[in-house]
């Protein structure tokens, strides 16, 4: 019977069926950061329990690090040096490797995992963070979990799990120049609501996802957690192939012939369907306070709920562009990569961010992008533009107690999220592309990146 990619991977990690309905799977990597990792390592310790394969365990300090200059343990979150701490203590008592905040390999976890070789095409991969589905665009079947999965999965290498169901979004043609992953996803969410992928597993398939470098299908599995889904897998080609070789934990050759199967065979039987046609997206902007909350970047404001027009200070039938803006933010685990930042930096060389523009943040998705990015001068032309470079992390993808932006402030954002308070207290955030987030932070609103870089290109 022809499979799915998902069916693939489930089978070759089934080790049982509970009686409760759920099945037990064989967990081959485990990723833990500093807010929840220490937490589930003690009670391991404090159960009794070892890692069953450290080998297989990996953490990082990502989330509440400072990404100032000079940082240190000390964080801008009232506490958040004991996360950094314990963590530490607790990862080296229980032998698992650790990027610790200024190791050269730190990071955001979604992005140094792939930058590793640590996530490879067939293996399952879980992490106490709900963008774990991010590296599905290696063909893995990654998601999410919480500090008392993470701990029974240390300890047993395996997690029990309801099968979700399974559906493929087919994106059919080609994106139209200046029309990027993030729109994509903004406008699956928009056209199919926040909860569409609800209890499934969702393959992106398609020309225009085969289409995509490896850095943009990462933007693309991303935000399945923003479309509810239990993960997002995208099948490994070439392009995954060579991506992933020579990284530090990948095998010397991609010759397994288990690997050459990762595909939906042809006849595959999904639960459900969707197709959109790439060439109609446009760049695209969040309105509201959720992501299925967005529009084209040229269209008006509809009708949503009342508290989402209250919160954002928009009216229906108000046109997006042109919505003044108080900050800009480039980052995340969904845009914070080395291609997100070139294609910010290719709009706003030679140019500076608008008067009214108070912050504005360029945060490396990790240490080597950022030494990546100095190498090619990128950080120039961001300090030049009026945007302070960082060191990676987090950072205000999220607010944790620490950093924010000024209460009430409205910022344009590459990252995943827009939920009331998200970025801080009152903060009002648009989620876009990086090179829309570009373009507002220069024209002090809202702004079409394609004519921007018409200009650029004349």
Same mark, same amino acid.
Request: charged share 20%; net charge negative.
């Given at each position: 019977? @022809?499979?799915?990619?998902?069916?693939?991977?489930?089978?070759?990690h089934h080790v049982a069926d509970t009686a409760a309905g759920a099945a037990l799977i064989a967990i081959d990597r485990v990723f833990l950061h500093e807010r929840t990792g220490a937490a589930a390592l003690r009670s391991l310790a404090e159960r009794g329990r070892r890692v069953h394969d450290p080998a297989r365990v990996f953490a990082v300090m990502d989330h509440i690090v400072d990404t100032r200059p000079g940082r240190g343990d000390s964080t801008l979150m009232p506490g958040g040096e004991a996360f950094i701490t314990e963590t530490r203590a607790a990862t080296r008592a229980a032998g698992i490797t650790l990027f610790d905040v200024n190791d050269r390999d730190q990071g955001i976890v979604h992005v140094i995992s792939p930058e590793l070789g640590i996530v490879l095409p067939g293996v399952t991969l879980v992490a106490p963070d709900s963008h774990t589905c991010t590296q599905g665009a290696f063909g893995a079947l990654a998601w999410g979990i919480g500090s008392s999965e993470a701990e029974h999965a240390m300890a047993t290498g395996t997690l029990r799990l309801k099968r979700p169901?399974?559906?493929r979004v087919t994106f059919t043609g080609r994106l139209a120049p200046g029309v990027t992953a993030k729109d994509m996803a903004l406008a699956l969410i928009a056209a199919h609501d926040a909860g569409g992928g609800a209890g499934h597993a969702v393959e992106f398939a398609g020309s225009a996802v085969r289409e995509l470098d490896m850095e943009a299908r990462?933007?693309?599995?991303?935000m399945a957690t923003e479309f509810s889904a239990m993960t997002a897998l995208i099948a490994p080609d070439v392009q995954t192939f060579a991506w992933l070789a020579g990284r530090r934990y990948a095998p010397a050759a991609f010759d397994d012939p288990y690997w050459a199967t990762l595909r939906s065979d042809e006849g595959a039987v999904f639960d459900r369907e969707l197709a959109i046609d790439a060439a109609t997206i446009?760049?695209?902007?969040?309105?509201?306070?959720? @992501?299925?909350?967005?529009?084209?970047?040229? =269209?008006?404001?509809?009708?949503? @709920?009342?508290?989402?027009?209250?919160?954002?200070?928009?009216? @229906?039938?108000?046109?997006?562009?042109?919505?003044?803006?108080? =900050?800009?933010?480039?980052?995340?685990?969904?845009?914070?990569?080395?291609?997100? %930042?070139?294609?910010?930096?290719?709009l706003l060389k030679g140019r500076r961010i608008a008067p009214s523009v108070r912050k504005a943040l360029v945060v490396p998705g990790s240490a080597a992008v950022?030494?990546?990015?100095? =190498?090619?001068? %990128?950080?120039?032309?961001?300090?030049?533009a009026g945007f302070e470079w960082r060191l990676s992390g987090c950072s205000l993808c999220f607010y944790a107690g620490g950093e924010g932006f000024a209460p009430g402030s409205r910022t344009v954002s590459t990252t995943n999220r827009n939920f009331e308070g998200r970025q801080g207290p009152g903060i009002r955030t648009h989620?876009?592309?990086?090179?829309?987030?570009?373009?507002?932070?220069?024209?002090g609103a809202i702004a079409d990146p394609r004519a921007l870089a018409a200009e650029a290109a004349a």
């Open positions: 019977m @022809p499979q799915t990619l998902f069916d693939k991977i489930w089978a070759a169901q399974t559906m990462m933007t693309l599995c991303n446009a760049p695209m902007v969040s309105w509201g306070t959720s @992501p299925e909350q967005s529009v084209a970047i040229d =269209a008006a404001v509809p009708q949503g @709920p009342a508290r989402a027009h209250d919160y954002i200070g928009l009216a @229906p039938g108000q046109r997006i562009a042109g919505t003044p803006i108080d =900050a800009a933010f480039i980052g995340s685990c969904t845009n914070g990569r080395l291609s997100d %930042l070139r294609r910010a930096a290719a950022r030494r990546a990015a100095e =190498a090619e001068g %990128l950080d120039r032309i961001f300090t030049d989620i876009a592309s990086p090179e829309t987030v570009a373009a507002s932070a220069i024209a």
